[in-house]
């Protein structure tokens, strides 16, 4: 070694045992005196450590992040080419809402396009049921609680709101429809009051409890009837999902509901996205509809023959106003009737509208169509002489009339005047050379009047009446029918009849929609109504004459229908009543109809009043009033100008040998 180099460390090794020499005896003890002697050791070389293979390590790790990718391209594969559109209508239901724009419910006007029906702003009252369990609304009885507080201001039963704040697996529910901004005004002010204090108890260490904190609103729309229950039997209502549920809300529903609208934009943590994009279909307004009633003429109609039916304890009565020129309907009331804006007032047998469903035998009012037959017929004339008897045998029956008589000597127009059943029967068996031949002829005068069909007027549950085949007329039918009893009819179809007679023999469908006018304030007339000739104008002109004799005459049954300044024509009935019920003849249905003035006719009237119970029950006497005070009314709002000239003033008796 030399003198640059620096020594060599010796690295020590595993020490080892030391083996004894082969064949060398080992010796059992050292003596003490003599010293071991060492035998150099030689210097050895340093013992390396070797570490495993890290390929078998690797390959394994690589194996293992071989498969890993391999399932998140495979992955990836099946998100972004197999179920790519499922995972994005996924995606795009959770990021992006979707609400509905109701569309604004059109207007009921009348002809002068007052509001009869209306929509107003409203509110959905709603809730989350998850703020109001006791782990979020840090209250044990929140729902009970929030229901004490909302039932009477929502008119609500407290346990019914109880039941829906407690509501599983759901984060809405509607507590209720259609409420007035007032109401929602009332529960945001409670919301306030309880937040205030929630704040204030959390700052004093509380539960800082706040059990309205979970109720919400919806902006919506509510139907109100400006004018209560005026026109209700016409209007109908709006059930509680907003569709027409009745009247011409629920057959032009499709007109004045318009199409919901939809809007659709991004949201996070239910909150709207205002830097997201976002579509919007807007809502198209349901269209007007203006009718063609006269709101004050209604308010007259309906006002009369309310107070009347209350006087005469009756079951219902209907009153229909009619322009002879148009068809239009004017009024069509009836009584008892309903407040659309509170149903759970309004009693189930008021709700329709008794004036085109109801049907009853007309009694004397259908002997105009009798003599319209008679007379387009030429089988006999105002004048022509009928001797009627007190009793008149025919079929198996004995007829008689309202009161009981000597002979009478009357003309056809006598008949008519003093609404006699057995001077009808012998006229209108003229009309064929047989009974069954008369029958025949009759019935085509009464189906081209409109009796046993519909009317026109395409309203929901409105009755054709009833009117049997000539050959299927019974014995007694056969001569019943002439004077009103063994048929039939609603309301609008006996006024129907009338407004021909005064139309000059023109039946004109009755209207009760004038137009529609849309979103862009074009207003589109309604279709016009179908016309057809059922009489000749003569005829139609003798008619009316011999309904001036009813009122006007001494003699006659309508003397209360007289309006002064005017002429008037008119028809008394006093018919036995088909109680619904027993399906018996029990009571009395009394009418009044007639048109003025009466030689140039403008306005139809027609009153019914069923089963009055206290009081008359004639015609005449009921109606008669009802049916001068509604035609004052019409005639002076229509500025209808005072007949000039003086009624014909036909003979009613004739007297015998002449």
Known sequence: MSAQEPPRRRVPGPTRPRRPQSGAARPASRPASRPATRRPTALRTPHTIRLGSPRPRLRLVGIGLTLVMLAFVVRLLQVQAVDASTFSAVASKNRYASYTLAAERGDITDRKGVALATSVDAYDIT????MFTPKESKAPDAPEQAAALLAPILNKDAKELADRLRTKNTRYVVLARRQTPQVWNQIKDLKRVFADKATA????????????????????????????????????????????????????DDRLAGRDGEVTYAQSGGRRVPTAGSSEKPAVPGQDIELTIDRDIQWAAQSAITEQVEKSQADRGYVIVQDTRTGEVLAMANAPGFDPNDLTKARSTAMGNAALQDVYEPGSTAKVMSMAAVLEEKKATPGTHVTVPNRLHRGDRLFKDDIDHPTWYLTLNGVLAKSSNIGTILATGQLGRTQPEANKVLHSYLTKF??????GLNYPGESRGILAAPGDWSTSQQYTIPFGQGLSLNAMQAASVYSTIANGGVRIEPTLVRG????DGRFTPAPAPEKSRVISEDTARTLAQMLESVVDDQEGTGTKAKIPGYRVGGKTGTSNRVDPATGRYKGYTASFAGFAPADN???TVYCAIQNPTKGSYFGGQICGPIYKKVMEFALKTLQVAPTGTAPAGLPVTFQPGQ
């Open 450 to 455: 409109g009796l046993g069909r519909p009317t």
């Open 516 to 519: 529609f006018k849309g979103p």
């Open 201 to 252: 108890d959390k700052k004093n260490n509380g539960p800082g409890a706040n059990v309205l904190a979970g109720i919400f609103n919806e902006e919506s729309s509510k139907r109100v009837y400006p004018n209560g229950s005026l026109a209700a039997g016409i209007l109908g209502y709006v059930n509680a999902e907003g569709n027409g549920g009745g009247g011409l809300e629920s057959s032009l």
């Open 601 to 603: 006719p403008r306005i």
């Open 127 to 130: 809730a989350d049921p998850s």
